[in-house]
């Protein structure tokens, strides 16, 4: 193919996404969601005008690293720590039950795979698809009703951060495994070697940054650094310590996010991309995805896997909620603020497409979920708190 024809794809993919993003936030669902359908229209499942080259599949790959890198800068750990263990116990259950709900829904419906076999892998990681949590859409909603700093609000965030980096170290173990030339003990051992490593390394990086932060406050060398460091990390992850590359670029944000330009940061990275990497990487999966080829099958799994995975969330941590002494409408609040799902869930799937652990097809079920969660979750949301406030001007 000749060089100059990529220009052509990528000014297609680009007004396609950034049109349908559009579109999609108009009618108050995620922009990512239009991004995905404008992959959908303009490759083989509809128009056929773009196929996803070697370039194109890389450009997507820095996408993927920009987007971990930032939601680690998005990390608050002072807020992490003064919520204590609570929102830790939520999260665990948060992705516990989900993780144990993706793997029966799935052996229920295709069958129980023997251990170690392709399909046993698979149903494995349906459930680890279904631990992501994306709270963007459950914090503008309770924003809007001015709850997002009361206790409810803050644990929902502070679990869905832990949610996240647990969702993300529960990836690494699960495609190590997969790896057939690496022992289960290897795998454990390169993970707990790397978290080691980033404590250790970055300790130092981030007084390097305070330093740099104090001395250039608010210049551009700083977010030029850090987007070194998140390329570093992804090769030391993937190289040295055969974990994905993604937990190295979320890692490099979580060693970020507590300097004070920790969000300049994050707004020149937000510039590379809103504008490039991002649009490209959310329709790159709507170009894997050929919709002609879906089964009736799978029409039925997705909605099986839609039903469950925001079934488990709202169990999982409403359950754990209770045990922590919650009062039983709370309980069913941060389940249900936790339901939602969104690019996380995306980048896993991708993640799992790379090595060969899931089908291209599965993308849709995906697309699904975060359409349906991104929904049900702030119409359910005011409905519970409208409720509280219904039964507050009750005359006595």
């Given amino acids: 193919m000749e060089t100059y024809v990529i220009f052509k794809d990528l000014a297609i993919i680009i007004i396609a996404a950034k049109s349908c993003g559009i579109i999609a936030k108009k009618l108050n669902a995620p922009m990512v969601v239009g991004e995905i359908i404008a992959g959908l229209l303009i490759g083989p499942s509809v128009l056929g005008i773009v196929e996803q080259g ?56 295709y069958g129980l795979a023997p251990k170690g076999s392709d399909k046993f892998y698979e149903a494995i990681f349906i459930g680890v698809i279904m631990t992501a949590t994306s709270v963007s859409i459950t914090v503008e909603t309770l924003k809007e009703m001015g709850k997002l700093r009361g206790e409810v609000g803050t644990t929902i965030l502070s679990a869905a951060i832990v949610d996240d980096i647990i969702g993300i170290i529960v990836l690494t173990f699960v495609i190590g495994f997969k790896s057939t030339s690496v022992e289960p003990g290897k795998v454990v051992s390169n993970t707990a070697l790397f978290f080691l490593f980033a404590i250790g390394v970055g300790i130092v990086i981030y007084y390097i940054f305070k330093y740099m932060d104090s001395k250039w406050p608010h210049s551009r060398r700083i977010p030029i650094y850090g987007l070194t460091l998140c390329f570093a990390m992804a090769y030391v992850a993937e190289k040295y310590f055969g974990i994905a590359d993604i937990t190295g670029a979320f890692t490099a944000g979580i060693i970020l996010c507590n300097i004070k330009d920790s ?44 039903l469950v995975a925001l079934v488990t969330k709202i169990v999982g941590c409403g359950l754990m909620a209770k045990l922590c002494r ?62 509280d406030t219904e039964k507050k001007t009750q005359p006595v």
């Fill in 326 to 387: 919650f009062k039983n409408k709370d309980c069913l609040k941060i389940g249900v603020g936790m339901m939602t799902r969104g690019e996380v869930a995306l980048i896993v799937a991708q993640k799992g497409l790379g090595v060969g652990m899931v089908d291209s097809a599965y993308f849709t079920t995906v697309i699904l979920l975060i359409i349906v969660s991104s929904v049900t979750t702030p119409i359910i949301m005011k409905i519970l708190y409208n409720s």
């Fill in 54 to 109: 070697d370039f194109l599949a890389m450009m997507a790959e820095i996408g993927v690293l920009m987007l971990m890198f930032n939601a680690g800068l998005g990390t608050n750990l002072r807020d992490l720590i003064k919520t204590g263990p609570k929102a830790v116990l939520i999260a665990c259950a948060g992705v516990g039950v989900p993780l144990l709900g993706g793997y029966l829904a799935y052996s229920a419906y």
């Fill in 263 to 306: 969000d300049y940061i994050a707004q020149k990275m937000d510039i590379s991309s809103y504008m490039l990497f991002g649009p490209i990487f959310f329709a790159s999966i709507g170009l894997k995805t050929n919709i002609s080829k879906i089964s009736k099958s799978m029409i039925v799994f997705s909605i099986i896997f839609v």
